[in-house]
């Protein structure tokens, strides 16, 4: 067999283990293919031992991924080992694939079908639908996409609380460590420690179902499911057009069809005009300034065309600002290529946001969960606890305990 064609025969041999280990439940996406890729390359011999090896390194990412990738190892190579088309000649010698790390990255000399095909072979259907936007797909697609975003989850920021608990460090807990010193004679030995304890912050969602919004108002819904079972107790979740609807008491059944086909029914301005500033003001009359947006992250899934006052809006925004930790518009067309935020809502928002994001897909609405939960917001940096507030008495204990640490205490003298 001729060098070339045995080639293909490896890589169409690799791909069909590919394919059984992601039937399998492993992750063999374009990554982790190129990284097996790469191992095979800069072996000088590939038998089966090597490649066992190599795809347990590059494919495996925990002891049950190990035990599947033995059993399907074993199933594709040792018990059939006589399949047409799929092992060599030899079956103890898997071929060389000369330059394999560049086989499965972008090669512009190689302009042919096997470069398409071994991408698609290399990363799954699911994948490849994670990053196309909503307005693209067909009905299929979307029903697929609507899925994968009911299906995130991601971790929730958190706050300080008033409370406190114990700690090795910290601020001095005053109260506690004078009981313990009634225990030497009033005299302390150590020092107990304590820190505020962290809450999840609340999170408020903002979510524009007009009619400029028709081909994300779904995703968008389904983003608002996913965010609220990560914190069922911490979320609100409205959509505003014409109307201002509050739509959290849907969200709460574990069927994410069954809730949002409730949320549906319940949203009278569907597809309907763009009345961002009115609706926002309704929210921080009803609720916001009654606490619900108070330190919360809010979030604001929009495009920005604002048919009302764009100055009511600015001030809207303003308000919601101070209000919230931080305030971040999601918008579909940011990652469009040119983008700039010229409507009349992006530009009278756009100074008093903190985070001007991307949400027209899958992946950019994973991302946008992971933002919600990452990291402090301005709150939390400006008025963090420094060192320096310890009160003088807690300097002076430190300072005796300090100097008189190692000694013997005078109850243990007078005995």
């Known amino acids: 067999m001729s060098e070339p064609a045995l080639q293909a025969t490896a890589t169409r041999t690799l791909l069909e283990f590919a394919a059984a280990l992601r039937a399998a439940g492993l992750r063999t996406d374009l990554s982790c293919m190129r990284s097996l890729f790469a191992a095979l390359a800069a072996l000088e011999a590939a038998d089966l031992r090597a490649l066992h090896l190599c795809g347990r390194l590059t494919l495996c ?40 790390a560049q086989i499965l990255g972008a090669d512009p000399d190689r302009d042919d079908g096997a470069q398409r095909e071994l991408e698609i072979g290399a990363t799954s259907p699911a ?25 995130l989850r991601a971790s929730v920021a958190t706050r300080q609380s008033r409370r406190h608990r114990s700690a090795d460090r910290g601020v001095i807990d005053v109260r506690q460590t004078a009981r313990a010193a009634m225990a030497h004679a009033g005299e302390p030995d150590r020092l107990h420690w304590r820190v505020r304890r962290l809450r999840p912050r609340k999170r408020v969602l903002l979510l524009d179902i007009s009619g400029s919004m028709a081909p994300y108002a779904g995703g968008l819904l389904r983003f608002g499911y996913a965010a609220f079972r990560c914190a069922p107790h911490r979320t609100e979740v409205f959509t505003i057009g014409t109307r201002l609807t509050r739509i959290t008491q849907f969200l709460r059944s574990g069927d994410p069809e069954v809730a949002l086909a409730a949320a549906s029914k319940a949203i009278p301005d569907w597809c309907g005009g763009t009345r961002i500033a009115d609706q926002l003001k309704a929210f921080l009359d009803l609720w916001g300034q009654r606490g619900m947006a108070r330190g919360a992250v809010a979030v604001i899934a929009s495009d920005g065309w604002e048919r009302g006052d764009a100055d009511l809006l600015r001030a809207q925004v303003r308000r919601l600002s101070s209000l919230s930790d931080r305030v971040i518009w999601a918008n579909p067309h940011k990652s469009t290529p040119g983008f700039e935020p010229l409507t009349r809502g992006m530009q009278a928002a756009l100074p008093f946001i903190d985070e001007l994001v991307a949400g027209s897909s899958a992946q950019e609405f994973a991302e946008l969960l992971d933002r919600m939960g990452a990291g402090a917001g301005r709150r939390q940096r400006r008025h963090r606890v420094r060192p320096a507030e310890t009160p003088v008495i807690h300097r002076a204990w430190v300072r005796d305990i300090e100097q008189t640490r190692g000694q013997t205490g005078p109850w243990e003298r007078a005995t």
């Open 61 to 100: 990412g925990s002891e049950d991924d190990v035990r599947r990738y033995d059993r399907c190892f074993s199933e594709f190579f040792l018990s059939r080992p006589s399949r047409p088309g799929v092992m060599p000649a030899d079956p103890d010698q898997v071929p060389m694939l000369p330059g394999g």
């Open 127 to 151: 994948e490849l639908l994670r990053t196309r936007k909503l307005a693209g797909l067909n009905d299929e697609e979307r029903a697929q996409v609507y899925r994968l975003i009911a299906r």
